[in-house]
Nanobody
Framework: QVQLVESGGGLVQTGGSLRLSCAASGLTFSRYAMGWFRQAPGKEREFVAAISWSAGITYYADSVKGRFTISRDNAKNTVYLQMSSLSPQDTAIYYC??????????????????WGQGTQVTVSS
């Protein structure tokens, strides 16, 4: 049974930083591409960042480029999202997702097989 468990969300002031973690179990993590998505209140879920199995390929949404960094530790079965220079527009539930893939990273949520339950990030002004 595949499980993705996000953690690290919380309340932070504008300009602050947070690091999200997503711990995976029930899968061979090193054979999975991983992604982060977010959903703000009243909005559709959107792509944030993605990373290939080897971390050789990463993609970012334009809105987070230069502020967020995705990384992974295959020995720990964990993917991270380091977020800095946060603004209220980053307030959302953040989800991690996994795709069984040995080639690339993916921006489309339809490409992912498994999802976590999400972690809330709230940025106060």
């Amino acid at each position: 049974q595949v499980q993705l468990v996000e953690s690290g969300g919380g309340l932070v002031q504008t300009g602050g930083s947070l690091r999200l973690s997503c711990a995976a179990s029930g899968l061979t993590f090193s054979r999975y591409a991983m992604g982060w998505f977010r959903q703000a209140p009243g909005k559709e879920r959107e792509f944030v960042a993605a990373i290939s199995w080897s971390a050789g390929i990463t993609y970012y949404a334009d809105s987070v480029k230069g502020r967020f960094t995705i990384s992974r530790d295959n020995a720990k079965n964990t993917v991270y999202l380091q977020m800095s220079s946060l603004s209220p527009q980053d307030t959302a539930i953040y989800y991690c997702a996994a795709r069984a893939d040995y080639y690339s990273a993916y921006k489309d949520e339809k490409d992912y097989n498994y999802w976590g339950q999400g972690t809330q990030v709230t940025v106060s002004s």
